[in-house]
Nanobody, 120 residues
């Protein structure tokens, strides 16, 4: 069974920084894209940033220039460095990964989420 475990959320003042981590575990053949999504209260979950196995990345317009996604394939871990945080960044942040396990086609997995709260 594949698990994605996030860490690094918390409470920070506006303008501050946080680094989120998400580690994949289980019997894994390969991991394709990995990404971060956010879900604020009363809103739909939306893409924040995604990075391919080759290292190409894409970001939501709202976080460009402030957030940086990276991954360590050997550690099966994806990171989200968040800087210049704003109160509107407050949300639960979910890790997502497209994972291939033995004998089964690649599928999407989600982490349990980590709360990020930015105070003004």
């Amino acid at each position: 069974q594949v698990q994605l475990v996030e860490s690094g959320g918390g409470l920070v003042q506006a303008g501050g920084s946080l680094r989120l981590s998400c580690a994949a575990s289980g019997i894994i053949v390969s991991i394709n894209a990995m990404g971060w999504y956010s879900q604020a209260p009363g809103k739909q979950r939306e893409l924040v940033a995604v990075i391919t196995s080759g290292g190409s990345s894409n970001y939501a317009d709202s976080v460009k220039g402030r957030f940086t996604i990276s991954r360590d394939s050997a550690k099966r871990t994806v990171y989200l460095q968040m800087s210049g945080l704003r109160p509107e960044d407050t949300a639960v942040y979910y890790c997502n990964a497209d994972v291939k396990v033995p004998f089964i086609a690649a599928r999407n997995y989600w982490g349990q989420g980590t709360q990020v709260t930015v105070s003004s």
